[in-house]
C-alpha cells in the first residue's frame, strides 16, 4: 500500500549577534507550520476476544503537528 503524500513547511529565524569576544546564534523554528500529521506506516493489530482472533484494526503512526523550537548558543 502507498502512503499519502509527506508534507511539511518549516520556518527558521536566527540572530548571530557578537558579544565582546564570544559569538552568540539565537535560533527560533517553527517545524511543520502547517500542521500536518503525516504518516509514517500503517499496520495491522489483531483483535483477540475470549482468547480468539476476531479481526484486525488498522491503526497508523504519525508525525506531531506543528511544534516551535528555540536553541541559544555560545561561541567563545
Not at 500503517?42 to 503537528?65: A, C, K, Q
Amino acid at each position: 500500500d502507498r502512503l499519502s503524500p509527506f508534507h511539511q513547511v518549516d520556518l527558521s529565524f536566527i540572530y548571530r549577534p557578537t558579544v565582546g569576544r564570544a559569538d552568540l546564534e539565537l535560533r527560533a523554528e517553527l517545524i511543520n507550520i502547517l500542521n500536518r500529521k503525516n504518516r509514517l506506516d500503517i499496520h495491522l493489530e489483531p483483535v483477540i476476544s475470549d482468547n480468539e482472533l476476531s479481526g484486525y484494526d488498522i491503526n497508523s503512526r504519525t508525525l506531531p503537528g506543528f511544534y516551535p523550537s528555540f536553541s541559544v548558543s555560545l561561541k567563545f
